[in-house]
């Protein structure tokens, strides 16, 4: 096992949860290298002390443990393989671990081109959104080799506080796709209950106080009702990537034979909204698609 200081994490991808995650890796003291498509969204990570390098293969050639952190599937196929990917630029026993939310399918693939040229890949998404990014309070849910999982825990350690081994390669993509399926329902009833309130002359806050911390409580109702009350749309989590997970997971879904009503009828709400000029904005803004039906 590695030594704190024989670990060069590599870091792809500096959005809005992946800049709060590098920083906590600089906080506890690991050397850092990254690399984002616009070195303007690094400034603030490079200022706390990690070092810039413009491509996935300078990533793979400088670090022995890489997180990657970017947007759709195919972000994560164009930083893993080719000629200037992670996978054939990597050295022998380097980690590989992608905390995009990608596909499971993907995830496997990685995982078994990785283990051909002796490169440990761990799939690795995480849920908790730009506040658990802060914190260091996300929820990290792994598949792939145990062995590697426990090698790779004190960095997991970092970032968040419940992290689970969920089984083989892509058991923690599936995992996510639980997390995102629950979710998506969630959100509807959130903002429902939000409007249903503010209909029924009720004060929203007080509202909120009270159900919070009874049956109907949830991280949604917690953390982004109170965004919605005080009309903060700004992104925790992007609405255009909630999309792709729930497509994601619909697909999924459908290879399974399993019929998701709940899921599809969130899809849909999102996809308008994302029609409305919404897609940059925090999953919360759901509440706007009541006003546009008004």
């Known amino acids: 096992m590695m030594k704190n200081n024989e670990i060069v994490i590599g870091f ?44 996935p293969k300078d990533i793979a050639n400088a670090a022995n443990v890489v997180i990657t952190m970017v947007g759709y599937p195919t972000d994560v196929e164009q930083v893993y393989f080719g000629e200037e990917g992670l996978i054939y630029n990597s050295s022998k026993n380097t980690y590989l671990i992608d905390m995009t939310t990608s596909t499971p399918t993907l995830a496997k693939r990685i995982y078994h081109e990785a283990k051909e040229v002796g490169i440990f890949a761990l799939d690795a998404p995480v849920s908790g959104g730009d506040i658990g990014a802060r914190d260091g309070k996300l929820a990290i849910m792994v598949g792939g080799d145990e062995e590697a999982f426990e090698a790779m825990q004190p960095i ?21 796709m639980c997390n995102q399926i629950a979710i998506a329902t969630n959100m509807i009833g ?49 609405i255009k990537h909630f999309i792709k997970d729930m497509k994601i997971a619909l697909e999924e879904a459908e290879k399974l034979e399993m019929n998701v009503p709940g899921l599809s009828l969130a899809k849909n709400m999102y996809d ?19 006003q546009q039906q008004n």
Request: hydrophobic residues 40%; contains cysteine; aromatic residues 10%.
């Open 12 to 55: 792809i991808g500096l959005g809005v949860m992946g800049k709060s995650m590098a920083k906590n890796l600089l906080k506890a003291g690991y050397s850092l290298v990254v690399s984002t498509r616009s070195k303007e969204k690094a400034l603030e990570v490079i200022e706390a002390g990690a070092k810039w390098l413009d491509t």
């Open 156 to 176: 997991f350690e970092i970032l968040g506080t419940n992290i689970t081994y969920q089984g083989q390669a892509g058991a923690g993509q599936h995992t996510k």
């Open 190 to 238: 959130v903002c429902e209950a939000i409007i249903y309130a503010e209909k029924a002359g009720l004060n929203p806050e007080k509202v909120l106080q009270t159900i919070s911390s009874g049956a109907a409580g949830s991280w949604s109702l917690s953390n982004l009702a109170p965004r919605i009350i005080q009309g903060n749309f700004a992104p925790g989590f992007y």
């Open 272 to 290: 308008r909204l994302a029609e409305m000029g919404e897609e940059n904005s925090g999953t919360q803004a759901l509440y706007k698609y009541w």
